[in-house]
């Protein structure tokens, strides 16, 4: 009696369990249908904003990651790598999950070099952490130089022999600057003439995508030729990318404020000279840029009766004009005859011999013995 008992308490028990079984609609049955598993992957699309994949260095950039899935995007992950190093990360959890997701990731690309590759890679996963992985290569390009500006306290400034020309140079490029300097050109009608250099080599293993020079002073020389003058700078990146000669940062005109020099050898003063007699003068000329021409003239002072001075013209005067220099003549030796005027002039007295020498810029001494 009591084995019947225990056999019927042990049907009724597993009737029990298998009623509660069939009705928990959590778990999905054959039988049913009414629930699938979510083993589909989500979709990706990397979409650049260049629109290729070779960028020049440091320009903008910027990468959309696009996650599509059927049960709904939750979870998208963006890294930005160069090599080892890692550039830039983006994480997003989407709650509720979406059909569609569209995150815009800024890649950046300033301290990079010519050459370099980025690896933009995402992941997305859907609600049931199924994932989907796809990644962009981005090659590096440097096809710009530095760009520059060079300033200087004397620009836009006439400038004299003697005076000191300070010259900074600042330099900026992305992949760093290797050297940055300047170049000093005189401005003619038909070209230019470099007329001095300088530059500043940066710390092998610094990397500086600004770069400023120290200040470089310059005594300009007073035999430097008068003209209009311009500033240049050059620079070259650390992806070996030149730039030669950049906008003129600072230009100046060189004006010649220094006479010319006229030295007598002869006649000597206290000389004596035959009344009618012609006359050999003798001039040592000098001048810092160029000399222009050069007269004599010969004249006596005197004072009549009325004592009202008066000024004799007894050796008219002679010229050597410009014709008689060539171009950039700064030191030469001249001699000229003086002829007596006629009718001659008996009188004995003083005679004063008088020099005028003209440089290009206009620039007079005048000598008297």
């Not at 225990?6 to 079984?21: C, E, K, N, P, Q």
């Not at 003697?162 to 600057?177: K, P």
């Not at 070259?236 to 220094?258: E, I, Q, W």
């Not at 007894?314 to 000229?336: N, S």
Request: hydrophobic content about 40%; glycine content about 8%.
């Amino acid at each position: 009696m009591n084995l019947i008992r225990h056999v019927a308490r042990l049907s009724a028990l597993a009737t029990a369990v298998a009623v509660i079984w069939s009705c928990d609609s959590r778990m999905p049955t054959a039988s049913t249908g009414n629930s699938v598993d979510d083993v589909q992957r989500p979709k990706i699309v990397l979409t650049l904003s260049s629109g290729t994949n070779v960028v020049d260095i440091g320009a903008a950039l910027t990468v959309s990651v696009t996650g599509t899935d059927d049960y709904g995007v939750g979870y998208m992950f963006t890294r930005i790598s160069n090599g080892a190093q890692v550039l830039g990360v983006d994480t997003a959890t989407i709650k509720p999950t979406q059909a569609s997701v569209t995150r815009v990731v800024a890649v950046p690309l300033g301290g990079l070099s010519k050459g370099d590759q980025l690896i933009i890679r995402a992941t997305v996963a859907d609600g049931a952490t199924n994932e989907k992985t796809d990644s962009v290569i981005v090659t590096v390009a440097d096809t710009s130089g530095p760009s520059l500006v060079v300033s200087s306290s004397k620009a836009n400034r006439p400038v004299s022999g003697g005076d000191t020309l300070d010259v900074r140079v600042t330099a900026n490029d992305s992949s760093g600057i290797a050297y940055a300097g300047y170049r000093l050109l005189r401005i003619r009608t038909t070209d230019s003439v470099l007329v001095r250099s300088e530059s500043t080599v940066v710390a092998a293993g610094a990397r500086f995508s600004t770069f400023q020079t120290p200040v470089y002073n310059w005594v300009v020389p007073d035999t430097l030729l008068t003209g209009n003058y311009a500033l240049v700078g050059f620079a070259l990146d650390r992806s070996g990318v030149y730039t030669k000669t950049g906008k003129p940062g600072a230009s100046f005109s060189l004006v010649d404020g220094t006479n010319p020099v006229l030295n007598f050898l002869g006649p000597i003063a206290g000389a004596k000279l035959n009344v009618g007699d012609s006359l050999l003068v003798t001039a040592h000329l000098t001048d810092n840029i160029g000399l222009s021409k050069v007269s004599f003239i010969g004249l006596s002072t005197r004072t009549p009766s009325a004592g009202i001075d008066q000024i004799i013209t007894r050796y008219p005067q002679v010229a050597a004009p410009t014709a008689t220099f060539r171009a950039g003549l700064r030191d030469t030796l001249i001699q000229r005859y003086l002829r007596v005027q006629a009718p001659i002039d008996t009188v004995t007295d003083t005679l004063f011999v008088t020099g005028v020498v003209t440089d290009l810029a206009n620039n007079v001494d005048t000598v008297r013995v």
